[in-house]
Structure formats: C-alpha cells, structure tokens
C-alpha cells in the first residue's frame, strides 16, 4: 500500500497570505491528524478528522482549519499566515482513529513564511 | 492535563553501546504510550507502543521499553546501537479516555552514534 503523501512539500509564503495544504492517507484509513513541528515548540497537536468530521481539536487559533472529505482525504488551511507560522505540518492517518491505533505519518509540508 | 517530558535533548554513544532515552509521563490515569522515529527529512515512523498487557514491549529495529506505572515512565533501549540509530527520538501519549487519536510529544531526544 502507498503511504501518507503530502502535497506540496515545500511552500514559501508572505506574511497576511493564506495557504492549503493536502493530505491522503493510506487506503482504507478513515482518521486524519495533522501536527505542526517546530524547534521552539516541538510537536503540536491541530486537529484531527474522522468520517469528515472535525473530532478534536488543539490550542490553536481560528486561523488553522481543516476538512476532510469523502475519500477521507485532508486539507487545512491557514489564513492570515503569520512569521511564526513557518514550520513542518505533519499528517498522519490511522485504521480506525482509535487513541491505541499506530498514526502513520507523512513526510510533511516544509512552510516558509517571509 | 497530560505531559510527556523527555530528559536529555541530546545523547550520544559509541556504537555498540546500551541506548537509553529517557521518557515519563504525568497524567492522572495511565495513558497509552508511544516511541516514534524521525530521520531527516522525513516523517515519524512508530517504534512500538504499550496499550494494554505486558508492560515490556519490543518494538522494531531491536529497540524495546517497559510501562513502569509506579515511577511514570517509559523508557526506551537498544543493547547495542547501530550507526543506522542516529535520529530524533520522540515519547508520545495518547488518553485511554478521549475519543480519536490526539497525541501529546515529549520534546525529542537526539540520538547521535559515533564510530
């Protein structure tokens, strides 16, 4: 089986843009995560997605949002991109979004915000 | 609110060496438990995890960790390290409670391997 891709790999944006990200999981899994990772802050919880919906959510600002669709693909999206925004956005996807099942990861989304 | 707290940011060994990474937990009722693996570059990869059962888990790559409830911890080790080990390290919990898959990370611990 393909595993979690992420697109694109690298993005550079200005200040006050927005950006979208895209996550497909693995076949047949139906939870999407994403986390951001960045040296100060390590890895962070956003949110995570299960059979479209919106399941928990992370001390993030209303700026981060997400969806998921049918194919149980993912997008987030951030507005009003700020400096501090610039990290790695992790993805993750499992089987059944269960707090014991194995998340696997993707190789993540390098955001740059000058 | 959970916690995962790694102790040491970075640590190096010889080849060969015991590898110990350090990882304790603080919740008020025992979360399940991860490793991952992050090379360059790359996402995380699950070393193993402990949910229920045995409290020493063996996990990929020759690397296991015991649940030790009464000291909080899970700590991660390896008999003998391989240059191939060297990565960043990272301890996760999930709540056996909360609906989904949420995962709070510990900090990382590089793990460096000189020949």
């Known amino acids: 089986k393909a595993g979690v891709t992420q697109t694109p790999r690298y993005l550079i944006k200005t200040r006050g843009q927005q950006v979208t990200l895209s996550c497909s999981p693995i076949s047949g899994h139906r939870s999407v995560s994403w986390y951001q990772q960045t040296p100060g802050q390590g890895l962070q919880f956003l949110f995570e997605?299960?059979?479209?919906?919106?399941?928990n959510k992370g001390n993030f600002p209303g700026r981060f949002s997400g969806r998921q669709f049918s194919n149980s693909r993912s997008e987030m999206n951030v507005s009003t991109l700020e400096l501090g925004d610039s990290a790695l956005y992790l993805c993750?996807?499992?089987?059944?979004?269960?707090?014991?099942?194995?998340?696997?990861f993707g190789p993540g989304t390098r955001l740059t915000v000058l | 609110a959970q916690s995962v707290t790694q102790l040491g940011s970075h640590v190096s060994v010889s080849e060969g060496a015991l590898v110990l990474l350090r990882c304790n937990y603080s919740?008020?009722?025992?979360?399940?438990l991860f490793w991952y693996v992050q090379y360059p570059n790359q996402g995380l990869q699950l070393l193993l995890k402990?949910?229920?059962?045995?409290?020493l888990v063996k996990g990929i790559n020759g690397f296991e960790a015991e649940f030790k409830k009464s000291e909080t911890s899970f700590h991660l080790t390896k008999p003998s390290a391989h240059m191939s080990d060297a990565a960043e390290y990272f301890c996760?919990?999930?709540?056996?409670?909360?609906?989904?898959?949420?995962?709070?990370f510990g900090k990382g611990t590089t793990l460096s391997v000189s020949s």
């Open positions: 993750a996807s499992s089987l059944e979004g269960r707090s014991t099942d194995t998340q696997y």
């Open positions: 996760a919990v999930s709540d056996p409670h909360q609906a989904g898959t949420a995962l709070i």
């Open positions: 919740s008020s009722v025992p979360p399940y």
């Open positions: 997605y299960f059979s479209e919906t919106q399941r």
């Open positions: 402990y949910t229920t059962g045995a409290t």
